[in-house]
């Protein structure tokens, strides 16, 4: 869809080039500072140089030689210095960006990008055997944020858990099962139980070789078959798969493959030959497969002397399958930062073995998330945090927070508001900043009715639902009346704010980054909440404005759902 930001820069770049002075080839533009009364900047000094010119005077030429059409949305033209900036037109613009948010309702901000293009995101993929934790949460939240992004701009997104179900560590759960047997109870209850086994069986082989040498026979019969082996090995996988399941349906997360490690053990032999075949790898006098001298990175292994294999053969594996089996444009990888050195090597390995040549491959990485008193969460400090006790945690305190707020609300409604503001809370804490940043979890910012928080966008979309119920019980002006009638600046600073999100959606995706349209949601919010105090909406001083203010009040609920959807954060119809 043309959208109005984008006709604009159109109808601006065709005014210039239409004086003759310009080719379109010539014309720059870019956003003026924030303290600069205009939408869009034409600086002249390039121009103005390969004309012989000075750039004032021709920024004075352009702005009187520029004619504008009725039907316009440039609204005002102005040779400030060398600069040509223009404006545009606050009662147009309110006409064209309302009604194309009601026109396109929630596909409101999605492009055609990425039409006939497909893309794999690699993300969450937790470790079988053991709970999710937050370290997986940022995984899987970033990682669905970008598939959500990647969709709305049109391309076909496919989605992989990358299971880690293979190698040594899972030789150790198998050992560990073996010595303790198969702990009690479901769920996250049983995962908690294999862990600690797996912990006192790990603790114990560092002071004895035997069992260290009885896990590393153990991920061996997994890799060669063994019956006894894949059975206990099928049995954590669905064991952890049902716990991680109901993680996913609270945070609204869809994954369309998990495609374990174990997926691509018939390929791994191949693979490793095929490395070996191309010159890129060399067997040592051990018997193990190396890499070395590629690109200036550290020398690395692809198959250990002992015969067993490692990530990286897997993750070879992998881009080799999803290269045959999807002919991906794009492979994004959501892990984390300290998985920077292994991606390298893998990507450059891929190269080297002449795949992925034409494909992007992209590392997504996030930092580390801290607790409130600064210190990183990690299962040696005792401080880990898992995923469901978090979610538990999180609604548990936002239902406080709608029992101040709502007092009136039915109980059933109160749980699921409280669902959709705790989970929200956690989701919008990961989202709002980078993803290379460290995060901290502060309950009492992350649940704010103020400020940059979830609950502060979730309370600004139900408001304006609010707003609308109201309308409708009055009997009075609904949704319509005229929208040219929009001018106000508190209106019209929200107006173009409504028209930046499709903008913003491909500024985050270009970038790999959900954090520009968290800071668009955070904006209309504000934006709104201006609007909300300068422009009586209910009491409007004609039925006209009334129903042109509540059309804007539509128009920012349609496109704030919209935002906060593409974050996978639910928005409440009352709070």
Same mark, same amino acid.
């Given at each position: 869809?043309?959208?109005? $930001? ?6 601006? +770049? ?55 059409? /009725? ?23 309110? =006409? ?15 492009? #055609? ?39 709305? $701009? ?15 560590? !899972? ?28 912990? #006192? !069986? ?74 070996? /075949?191309c010159g890129v790898a060399y067997r040592d006098a051990g018997g193990a ?30 881009? =080799? ?25 893998? !990507?450059? &390995?891929?190269?080297a073995m002449g795949y992925a040549q034409e494909v992007e491959l992209t590392? =997504?990485?996030?930092?580390? =998330? !801290? ?60 989202? @709002? ?31 304006? #639902?609010?707003? $609308?119920? +109201? ?11 005229? &929208? ?16 930046? &999100? ?9 970038? @790999? ?15 709104f909440g201006v609007f909300f105090e300068q422009c009586p909406v209910l ?6 404005? +009334? ?12 496109? &704030? ?15």
């Amino acid at each position: 869809m043309n959208y109005a $930001l984008e006709r604009f820069t159109t109808e601006v +770049r065709e005014a210039i080039a239409a004086t003759g002075q310009a080719e379109v080839g010539q014309i720059e533009l870019t956003t003026p500072r924030p303290n600069i009364p205009a939408d869009l900047a034409f600086p002249t000094f390039r121009l103005a140089k390969e004309r012989g010119l000075v750039a004032p005077q021709l920024a004075a030429d352009l702005a009187a030689a520029i004619r504008v059409g /009725d039907n316009s949305l440039i609204g005002k033209v102005e040779a400030v210095g060398p600069f040509l900036n223009f404006t545009m037109h606050p009662e147009r613009l309110a =006409v064209a960006v309302v009604s194309e948010i009601f026109a396109t309702g929630t596909c409101y901000g999605t492009h #055609r990008d990425g039409h006939a293009q497909r893309v794999v995101v690699d993300y969450s993929a937790p470790n079988i055997a053991k709970r999710m934790h937050v370290g997986h949460i940022r995984s899987t939240i970033i990682g669905q944020a970008i598939v959500n992004l990647y969709r709305a $701009l049109g391309y076909e997104v496919i989605g992989d858990n990358h299971l880690g179900d293979w190698g040594k560590q !899972f030789g150790v759960v198998l050992a560990s099962v073996e010595h303790e047997g198969k702990p009690e109870g479901v769920g996250e209850a049983a995962l908690e139980a294999l862990e600690a086994q797996y912990a #006192r !069986f790990a603790a114990a082989a560092k002071d004895d070789p035997a069992l260290d040498e009885l896990a590393r026979q153990w991920s061996l019969r997994l890799e060669q078959g063994d019956p006894q082996a894949r059975e206990l090995w099928q049995w954590s996988v669905d064991l952890t798969m049902e716990a991680a399941q109901r993680n996913y349906d609270r945070l609204g997360v869809t994954i369309d493959h998990a495609y374990g490690e174990s997926f691509y053990e018939p390929m791994l032999a191949g693979v490793i030959q095929e490395a070996l /075949d191309c010159g890129v790898a060399y067997r040592d006098a051990g018997g193990a497969v190396v890499i070395e001298n590629l690109q200036n990175l550290p020398t690395f292994l692809l198959q250990r002397s002992d015969s067993g294999t490692l990530y990286m053969t897997r993750d070879v594996a992998t881009i =080799v399958f999803r290269m045959r089996e999807f002919s991906p444009q794009k492979i994004v990888y959501v892990i984390g930062e300290p998985q920077a050195l292994h991606l390298r090597q893998l !990507f450059a &390995l891929m190269r080297a073995m002449g795949y992925a040549q034409e494909v992007e491959l992209t590392h =997504v990485a996030f930092g580390t =998330v !801290f607790d409130a008193q600064g210190q990183p969460l990690s299962t040696r400090r005792g401080n880990m945090v898992y995923l469901e006790a978090l979610l538990d945690d999180a609604v548990s305190r936002a239902r406080a927070v709608v029992e101040h707020k709502s007092p009136d609300l039915p109980e059933a409604e109160k749980n699921a508001v409280a669902e959709a503001v705790g989970v929200g809370a956690v989701v919008y804490n990961d989202l @709002y900043q980078d993803p290379k940043r460290n995060i901290t979890l502060d309950w009492e910012r992350m649940l704010a009715t103020e400020g940059n928080s979830a609950t502060y966008l979730q309370y600004s979309y139900a408001r304006c #639902r609010s707003l $609308l119920r +109201r309308a409708r019980e009055d009997g009075g002006e609904g949704p319509g009346g005229e &929208l040219s009638l929009l001018v106000h600046p508190s209106e019209t600073r929200l107006i173009k704010h409504l028209a930046r &999100l499709p903008e913003a959606v491909r500024e985050a995706g270009a970038r @790999y980054a959900p954090f520009v349209v968290a800071d668009w949601c955070y904006t209309t919010a504000r934006e709104f909440g201006v609007f909300f105090e300068q422009c009586p909406v209910l009491k409007a001083e004609t039925s006209l404005l +009334r129903g042109a203010r509540l059309s804007l009040v539509a128009a920012t609920a349609q496109a &704030l759902h919209n935002g906060l959807s593409l974050l996978g954060i639910q928005a409440p119809e009352r709070m």
